[in-house]
């Protein structure tokens, strides 16, 4: 039979090795989610880059806008020859400056379709930034559960502890058999257990969530914000990913009309000057010159941007379906995450918590076995991590919600 004195130390023993694991999460820094999302957004590389292909296409529309440089040509005739043409009495030196003119709409065209992939680029830029938000959220409720669970398996602790004191006092007693108490220190260490394990998931979930913003001192306790549910759009065109797939079919239509308009020829006209060293007299040079349209007339551009064209409509169309399809599973998900969590704290918690009292309360009275209270601690804290899995799925839901309904106008 195990003395009082061990089974006693048994407790202090568990209760100093919880209170060692507790040090490890004093020094979380609280982080707010408005303050996790700006340190996100300030610290991606991937918005990083996304921030560099806008200027890279802002870059490029600037080119698209300016004119053709101007040529200047300069050329000699009849030097080096025989007989009247020997060295460079003869001479003939052309100077002339000759400028390409773009017909057919080719500069308002390419202008088009770089503006266009500017537009595309700024949109890519706001999706990438509400794909980061989403994680964030994502990862900031995930912090919030484990630092839940490790408060969770902390009072676990605390019951299982107050749980064995009274079993060693009715074993002392000769009230329930050594046995009893033998079993409700393993229930004890097995609290200690759960406590360590949580703690590590919570460690893991910090770094998780401190990885988005590239940090990786200083672990972030995530403290819970409430965010407002916000309404389904009444025009699913406006979402971010519908107006990214209509952006890339402007860009697209833009794209093909200029294919079309370099399949006309462009004039290059010239005026300069000739002095005939024979002479010595001047005259001026004007010239005017286009290419023949016989073999390369664009058409294989053309044709690949007709196809693009036709592919960037059905992947409109699929980003329509997709996006009605995200938002009404987020919907559906949050209302089911959310009646789930109001029947785990209005009926089953309270419920659950009243067994555990009347059982403690029988133990200590010698109404009921140890066994039974263990099994009542064990119900409640299956519900208590029910409730708190019920908690995580509707943060989950509500960021999906957030990111389906995400406007080119919405706020982070």
Do not use: H
Not at 12 to 29: I, K, N, T, V, W
Not at 114 to 143: N, P, S
Not at 162 to 184: M, N
Not at 319 to 325: C, G, Q, T
Request: aromatic share 2%; with cysteine.
């Amino acid at each position: 039979m195990p003395s009082p004195y061990l089974s006693r130390c048994a407790v202090f023993g568990a209760a100093a090795m919880l209170l060692a694991s507790f040090a490890s999460s004093a020094f979380a820094e609280p982080v707010t989610l408005p303050e996790a999302l700006d340190r996100a957004q300030a610290g991606s590389p991937l918005i990083t880059a996304a921030e560099a292909n806008v200027r890279a296409a802002e870059g490029r529309a600037r080119q698209a806008s300016l004119l053709p440089n101007p040529e200047i040509d300069l050329a000699t005739e009849n030097v080096g020859g025989t007989g009247s043409l020997t060295g460079v009495q003869a001479a003939e030196t052309t100077l002339s400056v000759g400028q390409r003119i773009e017909l057919g709409g080719k500069r308002s065209a390419r202008l088009n379709a770089a503006r266009a992939e500017v537009e595309t680029a700024r949109l890519r830029l706001r999706i990438a930034r509400a794909d980061l938000a989403k994680e964030v959220r994502e990862a900031f409720a995930q912090v919030v559960a484990a630092r839940r669970r490790v408060d969770l398996a902390k009072n676990q602790f605390v019951r299982a502890e107050s749980l064995q004191k009274i079993a060693v006092t009715l074993v002392e007693a000769g009230r329930e058999p050594p046995l009893r108490a033998l079993r409700a220190k393993t229930a004890t260490l097995e609290a200690v257990g759960r406590v360590r394990a949580a703690e590590a998931d919570y460690a893991a979930a910090q770094r998780a969530l401190a990885a988005l913003w590239g940090g990786s001192e200083n672990l972030p306790d995530a403290v819970v914000a409430e965010e407002p549910i916000p309404p389904s759009p009444g025009d699913p065109t406006a979402v971010l990913d519908v107006q990214l797939a209509e952006a890339e079919l402007a860009a697209a239509i833009a794209a093909e009309r200029r294919e079309r308009t370099l399949s006309r020829p462009d004039v290059t006209v010239s005026v300069g000057g000739r002095r005939l060293a024979a002479s010595d007299e001047t005259a001026m040079v004007v010239g005017l010159s286009m290419p023949l349209g016989l073999f390369d007339r664009n058409q294989g551009n053309i044709a690949a941007a007709s196809a693009d064209r036709t592919g960037a409509d059905a992947r409109r169309n699929a980003a329509l379906a997709a996006a009605l399809r995200r938002t009404r599973d987020a919907t559906a998900a949050l209302r089911t995450a959310e009646a789930r969590l109001e029947f785990l704290e209005k009926r089953a918690e309270p419920e659950a918590l009243e067994a555990v009292r009347i059982a403690r309360e029988g133990f200590a009275a010698g109404r009921f076995t140890l066994l039974d209270v263990l099994d009542a601690e064990a119900a409640l804290n299956s519900l208590q991590s029910d409730l708190i899995t019920a908690e995580l799925d509707r943060a989950l839901a509500l960021a999906a919600l957030l990111r389906a309904t995400e406007t080119e106008g919405a706020s982070q």
